[in-house]
C-alpha cells in the first residue's frame, strides 16, 4: 500500500460547480498536510496546509482533515478554468521527517 | 531572491553514463530533497537531508547518490544511468512555518528533464 494514496482522475467538473479531491494516508502518526498545484510543466506550488482536524478555509479553498480516518480533502468551489492542474498530496512522516506525495489528481474544470 | 535553483534544466544520457544533478537554495533552509515524477506517479522522493551532514534515503533510492556539500548545496548522482531512470526530477527545500508541528512548505527548483537513451 502506497503511504499516500489519491484518485488518479482525471476528475472533470463544469466551470462554477465544486471539485472535490481526496487523499489517504497511512501512517497515523502524521500530524502536518499538504494540498500542492502542479501546472502542466510547471513544479509545484504549495496552495493549503492543514494540521487539526476539521476544515481550513482560504478563499475558495477549503481543505478537510480527519485524523481518525486518515483521510484529507480539498474542496474547490467556484472552480474555473484556471483552476485545471494537478492536485497532490502531501503528508509530512515525522519518523524520519519526510514529505511524501501521493501520485495527483488532475482537475480539468470545463467552460 | 533566486530560491533553489536546479541545474541543468535538460539532459540526455546514454545508458551506462553518470552524471550529477546539481541544486542550491539561498533560503538558509535546513532541509533539502531530491523527488523524481513520472507519469501518473506523483512526486517519489528519493533522498533527502533533514539538516547539513545527514542524509537519509526516501521511496526510491535505487540507483542514486546524494551528497549534501554544505547547508545551500544538495546534489543527486546516477553512477550508471539506466533508461528507467528518465523522469523529470526536482530539488526542493523547506522551511519549517506555523507551530512545533507544523512542517514543511516546500520551495521547488524548476526540475531537470532527464532522458536515458
Known amino acids: 500500500q502506497k503511504e499516500v494514496e489519491q484518485n488518479s482522475g482525471p476528475l472533470s467538473v463544469p466551470e462554477g460547480a465544486i471539485a472535490s479531491l481526496n487523499c489517504t494516508y497511512s501512517d497515523r502518526g502524521s500530524q502536518s498536510f499538504f494540498w500542492y498545484r502542479q501546472y502542466s510543466g510547471k513544479s509545484p506550488e504549495l496552495i493549503m496546509s492543514i494540521y487539526s482536524n476539521g476544515d481550513k478555509e482560504d478563499g475558495r479553498f477549503t481543505a478537510q482533515l480527519n485524523k481518525a480516518s486518515q483521510y484529507v480533502s480539498l474542496l474547490i468551489r467556484d472552480s474555473q478554468p484556471s483552476d485545471s492542474a494537478t492536485y497532490l498530496c502531501?503528508?509530512?512522516?515525522?519518523?524520519?521527517?519526510?514529505?511524501?506525495f501521493g501520485q495527483g489528481t488532475e482537475l480539468s474544470v470545463k467552460p | 531572491n533566486a530560491g533553489v535553483t536546479q541545474t541543468p534544466k535538460f539532459q540526455v544520457l546514454k545508458t551506462g553514463q553518470s552524471m550529477t544533478l546539481q541544486c542550491a537554495q539561498d533560503?538558509?533552509?535546513?532541509?533539502m530533497y531530491w523527488y523524481r515524477q513520472d507519469p501518473g506517479m506523483g512526486l517519489r522522493l528519493i533522498y533527502y537531508?533533514?539538516?547539513?551532514?545527514?542524509?537519509d534515503k526516501g521511496e526510491v533510492p535505487n540507483g542514486y547518490n546524494v551528497s549534501r556539500l554544505n547547508k545551500r548545496e544538495f546534489s543527486l548522482r546516477l553512477e550508471s544511468a539506466a533508461p528507467s531512470q528518465t523522469s523529470v526530477y526536482f530539488c526542493?527545500?523547506?522551511?519549517?512555518?506555523?507551530?512545533?508541528?507544523?512542517?514543511?512548505?516546500?520551495?521547488f527548483g524548476s526540475g531537470t528533464q532527464l532522458s536515458v537513451l
Open positions: 537531508s533533514a539538516s547539513e551532514g545527514t542524509t
Open positions: 526542493a527545500s523547506s522551511a519549517r512555518v506555523g507551530g512545533p508541528n507544523a512542517n514543511e512548505k516546500l520551495f
Open positions: 533560503m538558509n533552509h535546513n532541509s
Open positions: 502531501a503528508v509530512f512522516y515525522n519518523q524520519g521527517g519526510k514529505l511524501i
